[in-house]
Structures are given as C-alpha cells and as structure tokens.
C-alpha cells in the first residue's frame, strides 16, 4: 500500500498563492495522481488530477487559478494555487492508488 505525505498548506490571504507537495512512499510514475479537498459541511470533491504522461485535468472552480504537476524521479505530485479565494478553504487531499494522505489544510482569510 502506497504512503502520501502532503505538505505546505497554511493560511494565506486572498489573492495570494501557495503550492501544495505530495510525496508518495513508493513509484506512483505509472498512476494516476490527483489533488482532493473538502470543506466543512461538504463532500469531498476533486480539483484536479494528472496521468502517468502528465495529461491534467481540473474541476471548473479552479482552472487558469490552480497547477498540478508531477516529478515522477521523485515520487511527488504538486498543486500550484494562485490567486487562491474563501471558497478555496478546505483540506486538501492527495490521491494515488487507491490511498489518500492525511490531508493538508488551506485557509484563505484576510
């Protein structure tokens, strides 16, 4: 069973940006990898996702805001977010395999 390790969530103010990591414990270079977050009182919902050949793919909210984009020499997966909103407070989760991270959390807030 593959290990996630997401980091570098934090509290940023609107209109700011912050990049998100994701360190799997074995090869994910042949899987699909995606981004998940959830708000209080709300489900779980993608925001984005990238295949082995880094073909990508994100949810209507966040496109032209949010990159994802991946290493696969080092196993990791990456969420670039900028101009990041309120509505983008959330945990985020990183998926691979079947597994999820522990989550990581994003707070937008002046």
């Known amino acids: 069973q593959v290990q996630l390790v997401e980091s570098g969530g934090g509290l940023v103010q609107p209109g700011g940006s912050l990049r998100l990591s994701c360190a799997a414990s074995i090869t994910s270079r042949v899987y699909t990898m995606a981004w998940y977050r959830q708000a209080p009182g709300k489900q779980r919902e993608l925001v984005a996702a990238?295949?082995?050949?880094?073909?990508?793919s994100y949810a209507d909210s966040v496109k032209g805001r949010f990159t994802i984009s991946r290493d696969n020499a080092k196993n990791s997966m990456y969420l670039q977010m900028n101009n990041l909103k309120r509505e983008d407070t959330a945990v985020y989760y990183c998926w691979s395999r079947n597994a999820w991270g522990q989550g990581t959390q994003v707070t937008v807030s002046s």
């Open positions: 990238i295949t082995y050949n880094s073909s990508t």
